[in-house]
């Protein structure tokens, strides 16, 4: 109960009002050993956390809430505070760019950073992604997509993901059975990246970094560009070598690498600054 945002003694009242049912001041103090001035500056408190009512009478009785409205009405107030916070956090301007280098160690806090990463995005969202780990981040790319993000994923085996341009990596299964970590990619607008290694059970982090430079989100950015290109002029050599087809996919690869993404802007408008 503490960590739902009581004190000790707040919880320690709940639980001997919730136990005792409805009771005196005087009977809750001795209930949790603690003097009558003490007990009722908690009964107050919980009186204003509106999970302990009073009933008028000569002699003033204080009956808790269920356990199931005291949980409800801990989460209406979370939730309330959640937004207040969130609401005061964004009106801070960052005062400069962040070009370090950050290791996440943890595999949620790495889905969490790629889930920030993706709602970051302005324009497109590039991701390569085993397919294990790619399941995992499927409802941050339909939310992205649902923005009208453009999403790209270079995958490894046939997957759909409504909305989304997928890329199957030419050497498909070779990949899979010889390689033995699986790994995720996310580049939103060549402008922060997360980049991130499992073990082969696609749950336990091996090592995994987040970076919001300019410099390497375009570098990482303009390398999977190249690899998904790669990976549709193979496709078509093993087709039938359609020389327009492939010339083709060569243009689309220069508007998607040469196109005003954000971290082409920070770079070509010389945002870019040194590290602290």
């Known amino acids: 109960m503490e960590e739902l945002g009581l004190t000790q003694l707040e919880a320690v009242c709940y639980v001997a009002l919730l136990k005792n049912g409805p009771s ?5 103090a001795k209930a949790i050993h603690k003097p009558a001035s003490n007990a009722y500056r908690i009964i107050d408190s919980l009186v204003s ?9 000569k002699k003033k009785r204080y009956r808790a809430l269920p356990y199931t409205q005291m949980l409800s009405r801990l989460n209406q107030q979370f939730r309330k ?7 005061n956090l964004s009106q801070l301007t960052t005062l400069e760019e962040d070009n370090r280098v950050y290791r996440l160690n943890s595999s949620e806090q790495v889905f969490e950073r790629c889930r920030e990463v993706m709602v970051n995005a302005r324009d497109l969202i590039m991701i390569d992604a085993f397919p294990d780990i790619l399941a995992r981040i499927e409802p941050d790319i ?4 649902a923005r009208n993000i453009e999403v790209r994923v270079k995958s490894y085996q046939p997957v759909k993901i409504p909305g989304a341009r997928i890329v199957i990596d030419y ?8 390689w033995k970590f699986q790994w995720l990619i996310v580049v939103a607008d060549g402008n922060e990246y997360v980049q991130a290694c499992f073990e082969p ?18 570098v990482a950015h303009g390398g999977l560009a190249s690899e998904m290109t790669v990976d549709r ?18 243009e689309n690869h220069g508007l ?15 945002h870019l600054r040194k590290p602290g």
């Open 24 to 28: 005196t001041g005087y009977r809750i």
């Open 49 to 57: 956390k509106q999970l302990v009512v009073a009933e008028e009478g």
């Open 81 to 87: 505070n959640q937004d207040v916070v969130a609401h």
């Open 142 to 145: 339909d939310r992205a997509l």
């Open 171 to 178: 050497r498909g299964d070779a990949v899979l059975t010889n």
């Open 201 to 218: 059970n696609g749950t336990d982090l091996v090592e995994a970094i987040w970076t919001g430079s300019a410099f390497l989100s375009w």
């Open 233 to 250: 002029i193979q496709r078509i050599l093993r087709q039938d070598g359609d020389l327009d087809a492939i010339r083709q996919v060569i």
């Open 256 to 270: 998607m690498s040469t196109s005003n993404l954000a971290g082409r802007e920070r770079l070509m408008g010389k």
